[in-house]
């Protein structure tokens, strides 16, 4: 097995991903073109997208990195129209583009072209949520953003699945269609409820974090793969589980999380700078065999869909934003009056991606019978491609400008501030009345230095070295040192319990409580190292 062209692309996306914090351009955007640009260099090797390696391989850790970073409760505080875009959206998708392409395209079956419908209806928010992250977009519409993006390809590949048994003769019905739609979603679904209690359970037992940060690499693997042999949705199997795993990460381990954190930034950075490379390296794949499409017919025909793909999405974006208010009275009292700026870029950020070519690349080449052509096969491809290459450079090219235009209401920091600093103020009284308990108890007594920086720390949360005494207790046998270390941790075990309290009480938000618990893992790593 020749390595040397995998090396090539991980190594290459890589440098052009870190070039890209350099300028102004989006990372995933440069990677692309640079993917075009060098697509027909000699000696390139072949990177054809194998669908059998993107779907199970690539997209399972794409998705549990981007379902562990995300808010549970943020995501159930927006389900309604995370459900309408990543449900609705897509089958509404799916529909007018097929039919459209139907119409525009000579001689293009309807079930062909609604295979090309369902291949690229789901937009892929991760160019989209790192562009609204980089500007600044307002917390709710990331979430929107985020939370479709999880959910999106489980309704795409069911409905394609649907729209190519129809194509290639294997026979479909409506019942069939709307039977496997919810085999799939709700089969996806307890999939990853069953799995997800006993791989915390495992993750919160096992007490070497190598260990745990290996089985934290095979959950995205394990959870796709468990459902897919069920005939479910191995995507919404993943994000069911990494939802709840990260909800409850604040459980596991202090070294496992501070490991895994910078374990899942490698492979995030790794696969999705590999990915976005890979799109733009299939140019030369989709020219292939277009027939009496070539030239200036398939050219207009791209323009065409990626134009109805485009529209779509303002069509269903805003009555779905506004039409639920008018009908429902609760839904009114509930959520705060969105104004039109909301819905624009939400539409404008219906960029396409990898899984959209991975399932193109897996339409078969021949019917049922297995001699006849799938029909114009080379042809949907090549409008997937130019779709989304068009929604990568146009969408993600205006997107930042288009938010700055539109002058979204800026993060107030103050007032973040001052709620991490009541969040702390709340944590510190309980951990220091917590100090006091265990102070109280002689099995727990500690030189007066120590017991000293313990309340040192919580006051001011910065440190300066203490002499240690190496007095044995005589009770529980303990150094000086090791009872610093179990009582410096269960105080900062209290500060963490009143954290998530708060989190789960809404006071603050889990980019809040990340950035909290991250400080006191790593302050209590650093009490742990200078007490060994």
Known sequence: MDVMPLLLLVAGSAAVAAAARRTPVPAPLLLVAVGLAVSYVPGIPDYRLDPEVVLPLLLPPLLYTSATDSSYLDLRAQ???VALLSVGYVLFATVVVGWAAYVLVPGLPLTAALVLGAVVAPPDAVAATAVARRVGLPSRITTILQGESLLNDATAITAYKVALAAAVGEGASWAGGIGEFLLAAVGGVVVGLVLMA?????????????????LSLLIPFVAYAT???VHASGVLAVVVVALYLGHRAWEVDFATRLQEEAVWKMVAFVLESAVFALIGLQLP?????LGEYEGVDAAGYAVAV????????????????????LL??????????????????????????????????????HLHDGE??????????????????????VQGLTLPPLIRVLKFPGRDVQAETLAEANAQAQASRAAEQRLDDLLADERNTLPPPLADRLRTVLERRRNAVWERLGQVNPITGETADDTYRRLSSEMISTEREVFVKLRDGR???????????????????????EAT
């Open 79 to 81: 389900m309604r129209p």
């Open 198 to 214: 006993p791989i915390h359970w495992l993750r919160t037992h096992l007490k070497e974090p190598l260990l745990q940060n290996t």
């Open 227 to 229: 459902a897919e042999q």
């Open 285 to 289: 794949v989709v020219l292939q065999g």
């Open 306 to 325: 990626f134009l109805v793909v485009v529209a779509a999405r303002f069509l269903w974006v805003y009555p779905a934003t506004f039409v639920p208010r």
């Open 328 to 365: 429902s009275a609760r839904i009114r009292a509930r959520e705060d009056n969105p104004t039109w700026r909301g819905p624009v870029v939400i539409a404008w950020a219906g960029m396409r991606g990898v899984v959209s070519l991975a399932i193109a690349f897996s339409i078969p080449l």
């Open 372 to 393: 006849q052509p799938f029909p114009h096969r080379n042809l949907v491809l090549f409008l997937t491609f130019t779709t989304v290459i068009g929604t990568l450079v």
């Open 507 to 529: 006071y603050i938000d889990d980019e809040m409580l990340r950035t909290l618990l991250r400080r006191l893992d790593l302050e209590e790593a650093a009490a742990y190292r």
